[in-house]
């Protein structure tokens, strides 16, 4: 919690003033719909962790938004009993950029796929991020694109068959996190459906950032892309296949018989014993002014090393809307603020 820059005791949640209101569930964010996605979709899990993390955070409901673009998941706003919008093709962040500058008090959530935020949508998302506006945006990945019927995505790895690529995409694929820490963001984590816990303590920490959180979350599209994360997810691959980032802690993986730690410009995988310890081992900074240690953990991949799960970055600096909001008052002061004073000076005439 942090009571900067909001109003006198009032402590503030990702910026946002925390009231005395009553006690929120999750069924007070359940506006008791029928949920359209198909059975089996990861996007289920995601609704229902968000449904659970948002009581928690002592904002009124009425004080959320909910913005989507274009995809399976910008259903979203639908199924939150929240204020929200459902934008068009890849501009949920302008859109939610716009609404923050204008209601710097709302808790603003930007809920997107892979093909809405990486392709049609890459230009917003980038300046959203090295902005610093204080938006959380949830990146479904499935890497796949879902709605249309399963063409391959952004994110879809070379090789890909699908009913566009149909001898194989030969598209080198984004990587989320890179392209945002690349773009500045100031928080930028990952998730997976499968592990709800895991899932909401990330969304705890991105609504608690201020500033722009980023969170990709691994979601499996059982029609058009099953299985496209089960190397990583299924429970029996997890303890090796994943590595669970803990701030000021050494990065150990598959049940604490692994690590890795820093070998030149590079990470390298090491077992613990025969001469090596913890202490070897490279240990995890989330907070670090630059994002260069981010950025090496964001470029770990299958098989060679285990995929970073948590927050790779959380760092503190000031918001966009902060900045805007600062030059305002200071036209304010000087006397300069007043729109009516504005139109009614220098040479003006009546036109009868």
Avoid at 163 to 185: C, I, R, T, W
Avoid at 307 to 317: K, N, S, T
Wanted: with cysteine.
């Amino acid at each position: 919690m942090s009571t900067d820059g909001a109003r006198p005791g009032v402590e503030t949640m990702g910026g946002v003033p925390a009231t005395d209101a009553p006690k929120l569930t999750r069924k007070d964010f359940d506006p008791g719909v029928d949920v359209r996605w198909c059975p089996g979709c990861g996007d289920y899990s995601i609704l229902r962790a968000v449904q659970n993390v948002f009581p928690e955070l002592g904002i009124p409901r009425e004080r959320f938004v909910v913005v989507s673009g274009i995809g399976c998941s910008s259903r979203f706003p639908y199924y939150m009993n929240t204020f929200g919008f459902h934008t068009i093709h890849g501009r949920a962040p302008a859109v939610a950029t716009g609404l923050k500058m204008s209601r710097p008090d709302l808790s603003v959530w930007v809920v997107t796929g892979d093909g809405d935020a990486l392709s049609i949508g890459g230009n917003h998302l980038i300046h959203a991020c090295r902005r610093n506006v204080d938006l959380k945006i949830l990146m479904f990945n499935n890497r796949i694109y879902g709605l249309t019927k399963g063409q391959f995505s952004p994110t879809s790895e070379v090789g890909k068959k699908t009913k566009s690529s149909p001898m194989g995409s030969v598209d080198v694929p984004f990587n989320p996190l890179s392209v945002a820490l690349g773009a500045e963001a100031s928080f930028v984590a990952r998730t997976v459906d499968v592990s709800p816990q895991h899932l909401q303590a990330v969304l705890r920490r991105a609504a608690a950032h201020r500033g722009t959180a980023f969170v990709e979350i691994y979601q499996n599209c059982t029609i058009f892309n099953d299985g496209a994360f089960d190397s990583m997810t299924e429970k029996a691959n997890r303890p090796s296949a994943l590595l669970d980032l803990q701030h000021g802690r050494p990065m150990v993986f598959d049940g604490g018989t692994k690590g890795l730690r820093l070998r030149g410009l590079d990470f390298e995988v090491v077992t613990l014993g025969s001469g090596i310890s913890e202490s070897d081992l490279c240990v995890h900074d989330e907070s670090a002014e630059s994002p260069a240690l981010a950025f090496l953990l964001s470029r770990l991949e299958r098989p060679k090393f285990p995929v970073p799960i948590g927050v790779l970055r959380a760092a503190a600096r000031p918001t966009f809307e902060e900045g805007i909001h600062a030059q305002i008052d200071r036209v304010i002061e000087r006397g300069a603020g007043d729109l009516d004073r504005l139109l009614g000076s220098g040479e003006t005439w009546t036109v009868e």
